[in-house]
């Protein structure tokens, strides 16, 4: 269920929004291959209406299932914004959609979620990554690259005579 709230409740007073959003709600998981979320967002949000906006404030904390990026080692990383804030204008270019009186934040907080996501989401800071493959003792022919066998585009314009 998105995570909604009714702008005329803003009234008089201010809002308090607690609990848990599904991960569905936000559809995280087709973003990132190595990024997974299956486990709710928890979530504490005050709302305070201003005149022409709503101020959001409060955390979100979720658990996300990673795997590394370097060596594909699955392992759970705990991601939390403590200090999340949204400002969301009731006028202009940028208003958000009211419907029924009711503005939904899901989509707010999916963005905020995204750029907080890791680029390269490492077990470990240390991680070497994939153990290398055993090499074979295998002679390199003159003009070689070191690396693969192959001949290097280097030594074959080293013979070129002008």
Excluded: Y
Aim: proline residues 6%; hydrophobic residues 40%; aromatic residues 4%.
């Amino acid at each position: 269920m998105p995570l909604r709230f009714n702008i005329r409740h803003l009234e008089h007073k201010n809002l308090t929004l607690e609990g848990e959003l599904a991960a569905s709600e936000l559809e995280l998981n087709q973003v990132d291959e190595l990024i997974h979320v299956s486990l709710p967002v928890q979530h504490h949000i005050e709302l305070e209406r201003h005149e022409r906006s709503v101020l959001a404030q409060g955390f979100l904390k979720l658990t996300l299932e990673c795997e590394c990026s370097r060596c594909l080692k699955p392992f759970e990383l705990f991601l939390e914004l403590p200090d999340w804030t949204c400002l969301l204008p009731l006028e202009g270019e940028d208003k958000v959609l009211v419907t029924n009186d009711c503005v939904d934040l899901t989509p707010q907080i999916r963005e905020d979620i995204l750029l907080a996501f890791p680029q390269h989401p490492l077990c470990e800071s240390g991680c070497r990554g994939l153990s290398a493959a055993p090499q074979t003792n295998v002679t390199q022919a003159k003009g070689a690259s070191q690396t693969d066998g192959i001949p290097s585009a280097w030594a074959v314009l080293n013979k070129l005579k002008f």
